[in-house]
């Protein structure tokens, strides 16, 4: 029986493949053509959910990463199609020769040098033409677009460290803000219009995957960036000291991906303050989100009970210390004022009982990572299949493991082979990850993820991030040739013999 907030009442299956990894000429892939072509073969094999990451603009000091923005409800302009540009008469086609270079890897860079100088053009053409739609889409979503489009004109002109910035630019004083806007109105105006386009083709996008019958499940970051128009904007939503820096960081202590923990140096929120406005900034931010998704994953659910707190300037995670959250508060305030509320809490790793309950209490699915049933011996492991549980999502391994071709050949030692054994009979090569794939579809999850590396059994040189590593991730992305490999209605087909 569901809990009547649970998102999740039918067994199925789906897809995690990144915008990003798309194939495209430009660098990285984008909403337009490919994103469509893959929802509609999606909908053909009867696969019914499209996992992407977070979709918000990423900092080149970041490496891209998708979890370390500039703003927690913008989208991001590089994910805007230039082709689907011309089909909307904003572009001509003359113009959109792509310039040689592109990688068969993602290339953030190569996509900003050739991208960034075309959506300028199509965004003045927007705001030229001054029409309703723009000005209407500017209107509703005011209340973070103003302040995201001043944040990134003005960073553009005083550098993304807003901190450095003149005082009274700094502190969001009302005459200098004012003569910012006056200034800079040309390039905030492009601001809005680029987020206008992204906002367009994603509906697109999203039309494509609902007429196909595919759910768009995207991911949240719990935290944003320090340097980020979210902080500059609303400073007494975090803690930070009178210099406006923060003065405690988030981050976890040692686990499975790091032995001295991961020190992510966002700031943590000030939930006093936060309750007392009724979680205002909260249930704005999904509102946006869910205008845009079916369903989505909150990364680090763990840090909405407790969260792991690091005194600013520390040099690791390890002598931080746990805080409390008025969760149900919280989460009561998000149920009623977000209907329905489909939510996946992302409770991996070291997880407490009082973490357990709060995910329990308002129903939500959490997630089930098969790589990690296999490393001990403990008989209530929640990740072995005898004990995994219906209200879940289940993969192989996320975004942030190995692909399972490199887990099976490079990372198991005898022991966790030898309890491998006792549910698959191939623990190795191709054949390995078939197996599991196998294992993971009669999983009683109701949710079944399978990662694009996986079903294409790449090698490890396909992993899409290593935690707490920083260069080198982001990068993976399907060449033509693997895009039309992906061996969908084999999905589809295993996923009816498993009831899916």
Not at 110 to 129: D, N, Q, T
Not at 136 to 147: G, H, I, S
Request: one cysteine or more.
């Amino acid at each position: 029986m569901t809990h009547p907030d649970t998102p999740l009442t039918e067994r199925a299956c789906g897809v995690l493949l990144h915008i990003s990894s798309l194939p495209s000429a430009w660098g990285i892939g984008d909403v337009g053509p490919a994103a469509r072509e893959f929802a509609q073969r999606l909908g053909r094999a009867r696969l019914r959910y499209w996992q992407v990451l977070p979709l918000n603009p990423t900092t080149p000091g970041a490496d891209e990463s998708p979890y370390f923005s500039s703003s927690s409800r913008a989208g991001n302009p590089l994910f805007i199609s230039l082709e689907d540009l011309v089909g909307a008469g904003l572009l001509e086609a003359e113009e959109l020769e792509a310039p040689p270079g592109a990688s068969e890897t993602g290339d953030f860079a190569f996509a900003r040098g050739a991208k960034e100088p075309l959506l300028a053009r199509a965004a003045r053409r927007v705001v030229s033409r001054n029409a309703p739609a723009f000005l209407a889409f500017c209107q509703e979503n005011a209340d973070w677009l103003d302040d995201h489009a001043l944040f990134t004109s003005l960073s553009a002109r005083l550098g993304l460290r807003w901190r450095d910035w003149p005082e009274p630019l700094k502190r969001r004083d009302t005459a200098a803000l004012a003569a910012a806007g006056v200034e800079l109105g040309e390039r905030i105006e492009e601001e809005k219009a680029l987020q206008y386009l992204f906002s367009c083709q994603w509906q697109v996008l999203r039309a494509t995957c609902e007429n196909c019958g595919v759910s768009l499940f995207g991911d949240m970051p719990i935290y944003v960036n320090t340097d980020s128009a979210d902080v500059w904007a609303s400073p007494g939503v975090y803690q930070l000291d009178d210099a406006l820096n923060p003065s405690l960081e988030a981050g976890v202590p040692p686990d499975y991906f790091s032995s001295t923990g991961q020190l992510w140096r966002n700031p943590v929120y000030d939930w006093t303050q936060l309750q007392k406005d009724g979680f205002n900034w909260w249930i704005k931010r999904l509102r946006t989100l869910l205008e845009r998704l079916d369903l989505l994953r909150i990364d680090h659910f763990r840090g909405l009970a407790q969260y792991w707190a690091v005194q600013a300037g520390a040099e690791t995670a390890e002598h931080g210390r746990w805080l409390d959250v008025p969760s149900e508060a919280f989460f009561d305030a998000l149920r009623a004022a977000i209907v329905p509320l489909p939510l996946v809490a992302e409770d991996l790793g070291t997880i407490t009982p009082d973490v357990i309950a709060l995910r329990d209490r308002y129903g939500l699915p959490g997630m089930i990572v098969l790589h990690f049933a296999f490393y001990d011996d403990n008989h209530d492991n929640p990740y072995k299949p005898e004990n995994q549980r219906e209200n879940a999502v289940a993969y192989l391994g996320t975004h942030d493991n190995n692909t399972t071709l490199a887990w099976l050949d490079g990372e198991l030692d005898d022991a966790a082979r030898d309890r491998l054994s006792r549910y698959v009979a191939c623990q190795n090569g191709e054949d390995g990850v078939l197996a599991m794939t196998e294992l993971l579809l009669s999983s009683r999850a109701r949710l079944a993820i399978v990662c694009a590396q996986d079903l294409l059994r790449l090698p490890g040189d396909a992993r899409m991030n290593t935690p707490g590593v920083t260069p080198g991730n982001w990068r993976w992305r399907l060449t033509p040739a693997q895009f039309d490999a992906l061996p969908l209605d084999w999905l589809g087909q295993q996923c009816r013999s498993h009831g899916r």
